[in-house]
């Protein structure tokens, strides 16, 4: 969930019609995993909550 | 006195005994400007029919027609919020026409008599900054022009705290009315969420959003408050203010900051002295542990980038070249957020909220710091990537409960706020709070050296 890579990452901002330069593009996809990661500790959390105790 | 420096009840009564005109203290005002802002970059406009409003409120006190609290009273208002016949810029290089109306909230304060000043500076569309790149210069912390101000309110925190004006709205999605009213020493008031119409005001994450003022004393804050409240079922703020807070009990969820390796000592300290100080007002200080406060930011973190972007996709397909880059990076961060991992955003959202209801469930408040540092030096940020400064108030936005910070003490020179969260509707009891704790201290007296 983690590893969002340049050219998937390339591909979602296509689809929203981003277009960026080399270095806003660099910044955007360490501000991107980030992003993923903080949705999968929300996911591990709500498995969390979701399991049998 | 210059007029300029009473207190919004203090004016309102030299209005109506006659001893002060709104055309004098609105004169006062924006000569207060004038010397002041070329050192700060508070206000990014000022309206042209400010002293022509003024007249007119004369001119109706003068006839017997009396419209409210507010008669009279100069206000500003973020430049994220609507004024009739302005442009919203929202602190972009965007085109921006004049609005053909004013924001709900606006409306509201001009029913009540006030005085449309101008418009406050923003971080560009409320989200990330400063961006030095951008062709406005940021607004400066009265306490030192070398540090921030905080954002995205940062021209409405700067111009109260450096006593341009008593009040103004900002607007609130992470802890942008809060975290530069800590940052700069002034009182920033977060209400439960819709109870401030959010109509006219320039979206960021419409589930996020809040609109609060920003004012000198809680007093003002509050009386800001309950003139922009459209909910007729909410208890007004200022109602419960000059109670003591004898016997309250306060939670005090210290390991949620004390633990985090970014907080400076001297916030701790300053943290902790007033707990003490609002038990020895006879407050009850209990200890409590909070859930994970990560779980608060990374759902706050989802929702807003997902929703920023799905405001500004269009724009971004025509005028892409003309946003900051620090926006830009931070809009496209949204893209790695898939609707499926939104509707989990906003499902892990509905139980932090209940789990943080039921932890404030048995207290009167909350108390915690409003950001775990004080105000950064502009020359911590570099322009080339977006820099997050450690704070404790997404959470409240996630919740939607009422946040109140008020200046506590000094680091350095710089302030440090005191965060009061209520249960939602609990205005009343967090404004009764922070008033106490701003007559029993004195980091509320103390002016910037401008």
């Known amino acids: 969930m983690t590893d969002l890579t340049e050219t998937e990452f390339r591909r979602l901002l296509a689809e929203k019609g981003l277009h960026l330069d080399a270095k806003t593009f660099a910044a955007a996809l360490l501000g991107a995993r980030n992003l993923r990661a903080e949705i999968a500790r929300l996911d591990a959390w709500l498995a969390e909550l979701d399991s049998p105790k | 006195m210059n007029p300029a420096n009473l207190s919004l009840s203090e004016a309102a009564a030299r209005l109506r005994d006659g001893t002060l005109t709104s055309t004098a203290l609105t004169q006062a005002v924006l000569d207060r400007i004038a010397a002041r802002d070329g050192q700060l970059h508070a206000f990014s406009a000022?309206?042209?029919?400010?002293?022509?409003?003024?007249?007119?409120?004369?001119?109706a006190l003068a006839e017997g027609c009396d419209l409210g609290a507010l008669h009279g009273l100069p206000m500003g208002i973020k430049d994220m919020i609507d004024v009739a016949g302005q442009p919203t810029t929202c602190g972009s290089a965007l085109p921006a026409e004049p609005a053909k109306s004013d924001a709900e909230t606006v409306a509201l304060l001009r029913a009540q008599g006030a005085v449309i000043l101008g418009k406050l500076n923003t971080y560009e569309f409320a989200m990330v900054g400063p961006d030095l790149t951008l062709?406005?210069?940021?607004?400066?912390?009265p306490w030192n022009p070398a540090h921030i101000t905080g954002g995205s309110s940062s021209g409405s925190a700067a111009a109260v705290a450096g006593g341009l004006i008593r009040a103004v709205l900002g607007t609130d999605t992470g802890g942008s009315v809060r975290s530069p009213a800590g940052y700069c020493g002034c009182v920033g008031l977060k209400p439960t969420y819709g109870r401030t119409s959010r109509q006219g005001v320039f979206p960021l994450s419409p589930s996020l959003d809040h609109i609060g003022p920003l004012a000198a004393t809680v007093a003002e804050?509050?009386?800001?408050?309950?003139?922009?409240?459209?909910?007729?079922?909410?208890?007004?703020?200022?109602?419960?203010?000059?109670?003591?807070?004898?016997?309250?009990?306060?939670?005090?969820?210290?390991?949620?900051?004390?633990?985090?390796?970014r907080a400076d000592p001297a916030l701790i300290r300053a943290m902790d002295n007033a707990a003490s100080q609002l038990s020895l007002l006879g407050a009850r200080i209990e200890e409590i542990t909070l859930p994970d406060y990560a779980l608060y930011e990374a759902a706050g973190s989802i929702l807003i980038h997902a929703e920023a972007l799905a405001v500004h996709q269009s724009l971004i397909r025509t005028h892409a070249s003309a946003y900051g880059r620090l926006v830009l990076?931070?809009?496209?961060?949204?893209?790695?957020?898939?609707?499926?991992?939104?509707?989990?955003?906003?499902?892990?959202?509905?139980?932090?909220?209940?789990?943080?209801?039921?932890?404030?469930?048995?207290?009167?408040?909350?108390?915690?710091?409003?950001?775990?540092?004080?105000?950064?030096?502009?020359?911590?940020?570099?322009?080339?990537?977006?820099?997050?400064?450690?704070?404790?108030?997404?959470?409240?936005?996630?919740?939607?409960?009422?946040?109140?910070?008020l200046p506590m003490g000094f680091a350095d020179g710089l302030p440090l706020g005191l965060q009061i969260v209520g249960a939602s509707g609990a205005e009343d009891m967090i404004c009764r709070i922070g008033h106490a704790f701003e007559m029993a201290t004195d980091a509320s007296l103390m002016h910037p050296p401008l």
């Not at chain 2, 062709?135 to 912390?141: E, I």
Request: overall charge neutral; hydrophobic content about 45%.
């Open chain 2, 221 to 261: 804050a509050a009386l800001v408050l309950d003139a922009i409240t459209n909910d007729p079922a909410a208890r007004p703020a200022c109602t419960l203010i000059g109670r003591d807070i004898n016997g309250l009990k306060l939670g005090y969820p210290r390991a949620w900051f004390a633990a985090d390796p």
């Open chain 2, 135 to 141: 062709p406005h210069p940021p607004a400066r912390n």
């Open chain 2, 46 to 59: 000022l309206d042209s029919t400010a002293m022509d409003q003024a007249g007119a409120a004369d001119r």
């Open chain 2, 329 to 405: 990076q931070s809009l496209a961060f949204g893209a790695a957020v898939d609707t499926d991992a939104l509707t989990r955003a906003r499902c892990a959202a509905r139980h932090l909220t209940a789990a943080m209801e039921q932890a404030i469930s048995p207290f009167a408040a909350l108390i915690l710091p409003t950001t775990l540092t004080p105000a950064l030096p502009f020359s911590a940020f570099d322009g080339e990537k977006a820099v997050w400064t450690p704070m404790r108030t997404i959470p409240f936005n996630l919740t939607g409960q009422p946040a109140l910070s």
